[in-house]
């Protein structure tokens, strides 16, 4: 089936057009500045890109302009609208509401809503995008798939926080975890290229400038990093990871700030970042540390440490791993960051080969011959998994 695939910000609207089965890709862009002035990029393979400054006061604009370029005689890829199959959405977050992607209706919208404390910046963007199509396309069928749905197999160990129970039973809060598309992807990519064992035990690490691991047995999730906001887990290009809390009351009470503030520097200013003070990415961290730089050094430290140690303690508790996953931005494309990773965990059966290592962006097996467990690279196609749900719950 041919599916359009939207990814919708606050002021911006990812898109591919996609084949659902073998994911061709017919098109795909971006639009945005939505509410400003409005900007659309739009690329077909083997063509020159296409920008168009459009104004785009709201999504619907934005969603109407996708589909203006799609049918264009000279630039588009389609006859007419009538060729979408179906609408596949990214919302990031579904809270315990769903444990998988689902045709939206009046109960889904409501239930986004509903979660919308859970994920202020994103659910009301992907709310836009997903009613703008419908107001564009409205006997064409939508799908939402959620960010938060593949974690919902976490067993309560590891997903309640040791607070009050009463806020887990009337406030939903516990761990939720997201990247869960990208997770679930390159997961079962894993477990193909292992050869369909009956018993996996798979660590996925999705690196970039959000950064979550997870730690996978038998394609179910049973922990992972990132928590009731994607904030938590170990420090990434602007977030903080974990912290103790009582940094928050210290610097809350020493500076004045209030809560919007301690989490605009917890969320926008810390990770690589603030330790650094040079670049939330890591090619800048890179040159600055080559060039002498102490704190861009620190910042890289920080963040390999952290990673190893989550991989050893999601080894534990598994009772062992058979295979190391690096995908997302940093984690296909960092030779150098995959191998100081690595290295070190030889004692856990993890061996990595450097000539095998030297690959970016493609997927590849990097683990030395007599590695006990497997080190992939997989690129993630969190496109392709959108598009192949929505898809199977069309059809």
Known sequence: MKILVINAG??????????????EVFAKGLCERIGIDGRLTHKVPGREDVVREIPMPTHNEAIQSVLDIMVDPEKGVIASTDEIAAVGHRVLHGGAAFTESCIIDDACIAA?????PLGPLHNP???????????????????????TAF??????????Y?????????????????????????????????????HS???SCHLGNGSSLAAIVDGKVVDTSMGLGPLAGFPMGTRC??????????????????IKEMLN?????????????????????????????????????????????????????????????FTAGIGENSIDLREKICTGLEYMGIKMDHDKNNVRGKEALVSADDSKVKIYVIPTNEELMIAMDTAALCK
Not at 242 to 258: C, H, Q, S, V, W
Not at 265 to 287: A, E, M, P, Q
Request: hydrophobic content about 40%; overall charge negative; glycine content about 10%.
């Open 10 to 23: 606050s002021s911006s609207l990812k898109y591919q057009f996609m084949e659902s089965d073998g994911g």
């Open 112 to 116: 986004i809503e509903k979660c919308i």
């Open 125 to 147: 963007a992907n709310l836009m995008g997903i009613r703008a199509c419908q107001k564009i396309m409205p006997n064409t069928p939508q799908v939402a798939v959620f960010d």
């Open 151 to 160: 974690h919902m197999t976490m067993p309560p160990k590891a997903y309640i």
């Open 162 to 198: 040791a607070i009050p129970y009463e806020y887990y039973e009337k406030d939903d809060v516990r761990r939720y975890g997201f990247h869960g598309t990208t997770h679930r992807y390159v997961s079962a990519r894993a477990i193909d290229m292992l050869g369909n064992p009956e």
């Open 201 to 203: 035990r798979v660590i």
């Open 241 to 258: 990871g974990d912290i103790d809390a009582t940094i928050l009351e210290y610097l809350m009470g020493r500076y004045g700030y209030d």
């Open 265 to 325: 520097i917890l969320n926008k200013k810390s990770g690589v970042l603030g330790i650094s003070g040079v670049s939330s990415d890591f090619r800048d961290l890179d040159n600055a540390a080559a060039e002498g730089n102490e704190r861009a050094q620190l910042a890289l430290d920080k963040f390999i440490y952290e990673v190893r140690k989550y991989i050893g303690a999601y080894a534990t508790a598994m009772g062992g791993v058979d295979a190391i996953l």
